[in-house]
């Protein structure tokens, strides 16, 4: 998924640009020339210059805005992404009211199966994996993951 | 002498010498799982550490990274796709050796050369750690900014295709610095009003994010497709190392002292390394027709210099607090995070933290013989362990993680986030490590910077006044002229060429 480098330029001057103006909404401090501005509008203009040449390049390459080639010649490759991301979405939304042991069991197991796993092999592996990060992150180093709907259950 | 016992004493603990020991295995594992790389083996391996005293946390980073990098070699002998980007150099080269039945020569090669590598570069981190912090002593803000700009300039434009890019993957680094409330001024920026955002973007998940959600989107998008078998048997790996040490001391040497040079240099690490080194051994070498054929020589210069690198990449950030590559980028962090502060001072105030940091690195050599040698014999299991079940329980690892950072879900988020940037950024070309090091080294950069022009009053010729600040400015513009004016030539090159190379 290459995006011309005329597009990727384009996208970058116009972020460029509202970052520089932004910045100067930072308030000075008094009697200070050099403040919360200086170094965020100085990276702003960097990449501003450097998104033109980008964009002058790109266009000298001319070719289409966005080549796919690899995996992204296959619709599938954008679903497997989309499943990776929407898990992980899943998994910040659901986290605290199901629990972690849940929660990470359902991620796992739709990661696992979108790339082929068998089901037996998927479940076991899920359970598996969720239960040990519970008992080495969450009992051995004291991180706090919520139990969610298995509170009463807790090790 | 009282230091080195209380060294000593930090080390010689049953907890630092189990984590040493369970980081030797994880970093030899994650290095020799091609795509999986030693920097995202630091990231992953972080998270553990929150909980740990500095010495071992610091310990299993250092075991971890120099496993990792000597095992990138073994996938790459084998099968020709390298463990890490530090072996890519010369995986073709060593692949050629296993094609002729060499592979135990090869990766006995590897083991052993990685191992005194390591050991010179720490030999050379020892030495010159603390006279450089002595010097550091006297660094006003402006020495500080060009070290800082230095650090991102080699990152930068050293070791990548094009420069602009490498500028853009910076300057996006750099202004994730600038979110939150961490500024000379103390105003919040760019934090959209969102309270969590206020105390900074957390590098940490960042580059949980970058390095390893990223390599997860990228293997569920091409399928996950297994790696083929090895086919090498591997007999006795010490076999004739005698002969090698004797027969190759020249090249090995160079390799070590180029490496550790490259690791010295603030933002250039063990993969430039291995890539400079073995391009120096076939410009030197007597016999430069037989490179590419399976030739030993110009593996052993590399596989030296990738290992020599790591232990010079810690001087920059022990001494100034500046990384020498995106693994001790990651250190620094961790180090802030334990209230170990790299810098000059680290030295007087913290002098046996120093000393056990060496020892570990020397500790950490040492065992990789051992260790590395089950690995090797272990390596068709570990090359057979499936990716479409291994990517998965890494992303969930990343989850874990990131959300250990701060004990938060919002960092799941910015995780998330930055997996997805990483992704998108190595689909165009835009190398990740200059962004590492923008978001490491950028409110060190400002501050000096805001500092130096206050003191100043705006005369960016101060910055030019004191002699080292000139001689690290100076070299820091030679850097970039150099590579733009190359870059520029070798368009040129390409213009007039209209054949593909």
Redesign the interface.
């Known amino acids: ?3 011309n480098d005329a597009v ?1 330029g384009g996208a ?1 001057l116009v972020f ?1 640009i509202v ?1 520089g103006l ?2 100067q909404s ?4 008094p009697g ?5 501005a ?3 509008a100085t ?2 203009t ?2 501003g210059l ?2 033109l ?2 964009i002058v ?1 790109g266009l000298r390459q001319k070719g289409v805005a966005l080549a796919f080639a ?3 010649q296959d619709w ?3 679903v ?2 989309l ?3 929407a ?3 899943f ?2 939304a659901a ?2 009211p199901l629990g972690f042991i849940p929660t ?1 069991t359902l ?2 197991l739709a ?2 199966k ?4 068998g089901w037996l ?1 998927s479940i076991v ?1 899920a359970i598996a ?2 239960l040990l ?1 519970q008992w080495s ?1 969450g009992d051995l ?5 919520p139990w969610g709907i298995l509170s009463a259950y807790r090790f | 002498m009282d230091t080195l016992e209380a060294a000593f004493g930090l080390i010689l603990h049953w907890d630092v010498v189990t984590t040493i020991a369970i980081a030797a295995i994880f970093g030899l594992f994650v290095g020799a799982i091609p795509g999986l790389t030693a920097t995202m083996a630091i990231a992953l391996l972080v ?2 550490t ?2 740990m005293d500095p010495v071992p946390a610091i310990g299993a980073m250092i075991t971890c990274s120099a496993m990792a990098i000597f095992a990138g070699d073994i996938p790459g002998t084998m099968l020709r796709i390298p463990g890490t980007p530090a072996s890519a150099a010369y995986a073709d080269e060593a692949f050629r050796m296993t094609q002729k039945g060499e592979a135990e020569i090869a990766l006995g090669a590897n083991l052993l050369f990685s191992a005194v590598g390591g050991l010179f570069g720490t030999a050379i981190l020892m030495l010159m750690a603390p006279w450089l912090a002595e010097v550091a002593l006297k660094f006003s803000s402006f020495e500080y900014f060009w070290m800082a700009l230095l650090g991102l300039t080699c990152a930068t434009f050293i070791g990548t295709g094009a420069p ?2 490498g ?2 993957s910076l ?2 680094g ?2 994730v610095a ?1 979110v939150g409330l961490n ?3 103390g ?1 919040p ?2 934090t959209f009003g969102d309270i969590n955002l206020l105390g900074g973007i957390d590098f940490i998940s960042a580059m949980i994010g970058l390095f390893a ?1 990223s390599e ?2 990228r293997v ?5 497709r297994s790696l083929p078998v090895p086919q090498a048997s591997v007999g006795n790996l010490f076999k004739g190392w005698g002969r090698l040490f004797v027969r190759y001391w020249p090249q090995q040497l160079r390799g070590n002292i180029l490496g550790t040079a490259i690791g010295v240099l603030p933002g250039s690490g063990a993969d430039i390394a291995a890539w400079v080194s073995y391009a120096v051994s076939r410009k030197f070498s007597r016999t430069p027709e037989k490179f590419g054929t399976g030739h030993l020589e110009g593996i052993v210069e590399s596989t030296s210099a990738n290992n020599a690198a790591l232990g010079g990449a810690w001087v920059p950030a022990l001494v100034f607090g500046i990384p020498g590559d995106s693994i001790t980028a990651i250190v620094i962090g961790v180090l802030y995070v334990k209230g170990v502060n790299p810098g000059p001072t680290l030295f007087l105030t913290n002098p046996q933290t120093i000393y056990a940091i060496f020892l570990i690195f020397i500790i950490a050599n040492l065992i990789m013989v051992p260790f590395g040698w089950g690995a090797i014999k272990l390596a068709k299991q570990i090359l057979r362990v499936p ?3 291994l ?3 890494i ?3 990343c ?2 993680g990131a ?2 950072t701060n ?1 938060a ?1 919002f960092d ?2 910015v ?2 986030v930055f ?2 940037l990483g ?2 950024m190595e ?3 835009i190398p990740i490590a200059p962004c590492i090091l923008g978001i490491v080294l950028g409110p060190m ?2 501050q000096n ?2 500092t130096s ?2 003191k100043s009053d ?1 005369s960016f010729l101060a910055f030019f006044e004191r002699p080292i600040a000139a001689g690290l400015g100076l070299f820091t513009l030679f850097v970039w002229g150099a590579s733009f004016v190359s870059s520029y030539l070798a368009q040129r090159r390409a213009a007039d060429d209209p054949s593909p190379a």
């Open positions: 998924m290459r995006f990727l970058l460029s970052i932004w910045s930072f308030p000075a401090i200070q020339e050099y403040g919360a200086v170094f965020p990276v702003a960097g990449m450097c998104s040449v980008l390049s690899g995996w992204a599938r490759g954008f497997r992404i499943v990776v991301i898990s992980v979405v998994y910040i986290a605290k990470m991620v796992l990661n696992l979108q790339l082929g796993v092999q592996i994996i969720s990060i992150f180093l004291h991180v706090p993951l | 998270p553990t929150f909980f602009i890019k500028l853009i300057f996006i750099l202004l600038t500024n000379p001024a105003v920026r760019f959600v997860v989107l569920a998008a091409s399928g996950a990716p479409k079940i990517m998965p329980v992303l969930s690892f989850m874990v959300f250990a004990n879900t799941v988020s995780m998330l997996g997805v992704f998108i689909e165009n070309d950069l400002e910077f805001v022009m206050i705006g």
